[in-house]
Nanobody, 127 residues
């Protein structure tokens, strides 16, 4: 069982930056692939970025590629999402997700792949 708590959301102007954090409970954090998803009002929850347990592999949605960076610190049981050059269309509730993986190089891009979710943190980008 993993519990996830996101933080770092807020209000920022277009072109600005935010860093989201997701702290996980448990002693086997490096065994979990981690992902970030987001959900805007009236829209489906969508994939943003994912990272493998070792941190060696990662994946991004086309809409954030080159602007967002996912990283993790396994010593701190924390995964991060650095968001730069933010746009109004990035406004959403951002969710952290975790899924146990047998390989430290595996990551998942689909919402259905993840069993554990945080409560979400709001990101609002003003124009």
């Amino acid at each position: 069982q993993v519990q996830l708590v996101e933080s770092g959301g807020g209000l920022v102007q277009a072109g600005g930056s935010l860093r989201l954090s997701c702290a996980a409970s448990g002693r086997t954090f490096s065994s979990y692939a981690m992902g970030w998803f987001r959900q805007a009002p009236g829209k489906e929850r969508e994939f943003v970025a994912a990272i493998s347990g070792s941190g060696a592999g990662s994946s991004y949605a086309d809409s954030v590629k080159g602007r967002f960076t996912i990283s993790r610190d396994n010593a701190k049981n924390t995964v991060y999402l650095q968001m730069n050059s933010l746009k109004p269309e990035d406004t959403a509730v951002y969710y952290c997700a975790a899924e146990r993986s047998s390989s430290s190089f595996t990551y998942y891009n689909r919402r259905s792949d993840y069993d554990y979710w945080g409560q979400g943190t709001q990101v609002t980008v003003s124009s």
